[in-house]
């Protein structure tokens, strides 16, 4: 998991999935980390049209073609029993590709079955971490 935590960090453009409007939840507060630490976001969320100024797309499998080709990671804000769906479209969205974003779970959040799926189908897979809080422990910025 450490390599994928490390190429994770070192990419540019992180799919957020479940990305909230609400300021006050975990998961706009670390793509709002992430914006301001260099990363380009693409915010998924089903009922929203722009998160933190970037565009909302209602699923992963709606993200175009043009943005799909720059995803460093998938980075997961849904309950643990969603992910092997979401895992499951990612397969379908980047199984034919030559490099595959890693798929990250945030804190809280493991399924071993998602887990095997992906990592079957050649994805990285980091589950029950936090990127924001990688980040700062890795980049020097967490006490």
Same mark, same amino acid.
């Given at each position: 998991?450490?390599?994928?935590?490390?190429? +994770? #960090? %070192?990419?540019?453009? *992180? #799919?957020?999935?479940?990305? +909230?409007?609400?300021?006050?939840?975990?998961?706009?507060? *670390?793509? $709002?980390?992430?914006?301001? %630490?260099?990363?380009? !976001?693409?915010?998924? /969320?089903? &009922?929203?049209?722009?998160?933190?100024?970037? &565009?909302? @797309?209602? +699923?992963?499998? =709606?993200?175009? /073609? +043009?943005?799909?080709?720059?995803?460093?990671?998938?980075?997961? @804000?849904?309950?643990?029993?969603?992910?092997?769906? !979401?895992?499951?479209?990612?397969?379908?969205? @980047?199984?034919?590709?030559?490099?595959?974003?890693? !798929?990250?779970?945030?804190?809280?959040?493991? %399924?071993?079955?998602?887990?095997?799926?992906?990592?079957?189908?050649? @994805?990285?897979?980091?589950?029950? =971490?936090?990127?924001? !809080?990688?980040?700062? $422990? =890795?980049?020097?910025?967490?006490?």
């Amino acid at each position: 998991m450490e390599k994928e935590i490390e190429h +994770s #960090l %070192n990419g540019k453009t *992180v #799919l957020v999935i479940g990305l +909230s409007k609400d300021p006050q939840k975990e998961s706009h507060k *670390v793509a $709002k980390y992430l914006q301001e %630490n260099g990363y380009k !976001i693409i915010p998924v /969320n089903p &009922t929203a049209e722009k998160i933190l100024e970037e &565009t909302v @797309f209602p +699923s992963l499998e =709606r993200v175009p /073609n +043009s943005e799909k080709q720059k995803i460093d990671v998938i980075n997961v @804000f849904r309950p643990s029993e969603e992910t092997e769906a !979401i895992v499951d479209q990612a397969i379908r969205r @980047f199984g034919e590709e030559k490099t595959k974003p890693v !798929i990250w779970l945030q804190l809280g959040i493991k %399924n071993d079955n998602a887990k095997q799926k992906a990592m079957k189908a050649g @994805f990285g897979f980091v589950e029950d =971490r936090c990127i924001k !809080i990688e980040h700062k $422990k =890795r980049r020097g910025t967490l006490n």
